[in-house]
């Protein structure tokens, strides 16, 4: 069945980095883009960026352009968040979840199918 699984999550300081990967299986991860999401404690999900099954399809919310950087290896199943210059408000649970797209640039969380579990990202001093 189509799993997701989130790892690389931890606590940082303001101005750390971390990189987060989401390693994919059950299905062909070649053939989807895939979309990295967050929720902060009292607040909605919202979306962080997406990748199409081209690499060079790339889309980031603003909150976090400049910052992060998103990539695929679909010869290794996985997805990474690169996360540079964290704030505090990066705290929150980042979700990875598949689209069911190959590409459509949409970071509203309807067009996703799959999510996986999550991993917690702390950014605190």
């Known amino acids: 069945q189509v799993q997701l699984v989130e790892s690389g999550g931890g606590l940082v300081q303001p101005g750390g980095s971390l990189r987060l990967s989401c390693v994919a299986s059950?299905?062909?991860?070649?053939?989807?883009?895939i979309g990295w999401f967050r929720q902060a404690p009292g607040k909605e999900r919202e979306g962080v960026s997406c990748?199409?099954?081209?690499?060079?399809?790339?889309r980031y919310a603003d909150s976090v352009k400049g910052r992060f950087t998103i990539s695929r290896d679909n010869a290794k199943n996985t997805v990474y968040l690169q996360m540079n210059s964290l704030k505090t408000e990066d705290t929150a649970v980042y979700y990875c979840?598949?689209?069911?797209?190959?590409?459509?640039?949409?970071?509203?969380?309807?067009?996703?199918?799959?999510w996986g579990q999550g991993t917690q990202v702390t950014v605190s001093s």
């Open positions: 979840a598949r689209s069911r797209y190959a590409w459509s640039g949409s970071l509203q969380k309807e067009e996703y199918g799959y």
């Open positions: 990748i199409g099954t081209s690499a060079g399809s790339t």
């Open positions: 059950g299905f062909i991860l070649d053939y989807y883009a």
